[in-house]
């Protein structure tokens, strides 16, 4: 069985790294916007393409203002 992955793996993200560490995949890179580092975590490489980003680090002066 041949697996067809796409490239980009995930879209409109530069710098991209994956871990697999215990049972879960992670995958973390830097946004289009070039001013935060986004981390999503799946217990499946595909599954990765389909969770929800979160936030890890803002360039300095971008955090958005709490409310």
Same mark, same amino acid.
């Given at each position: 069985? &041949? &697996?067809?992955? +796409?490239? @980009?793996?995930?879209?409109?993200? *530069?710098? @991209?790294?994956?871990?697999? #560490? ?6 973390? *890179? $830097? *946004?289009? /916007?070039?001013?935060? +580092?986004? +981390?999503?975590? $799946?217990? &499946?490489?595909?599954?990765?393409? #389909? !969770?929800?980003?979160? *936030? =890890?680090?803002?360039?300095?002066? !971008? =955090? @958005? /203002? /709490? $409310?």
């Amino acid at each position: 069985m &041949t &697996t067809l992955w +796409l490239n @980009p793996f995930i879209e409109q993200h *530069a710098d @991209p790294f994956i871990l697999r #560490h215990e049972q879960h995949c992670y995958f973390i *890179a $830097s *946004a289009l /916007a070039y001013d935060r +580092l986004e +981390l999503r975590r $799946s217990s &499946t490489l595909p599954g990765l393409r #389909h !969770t929800d980003p979160v *936030a =890890v680090w803002h360039k300095p002066g !971008t =955090v @958005p /203002a /709490a $409310s």
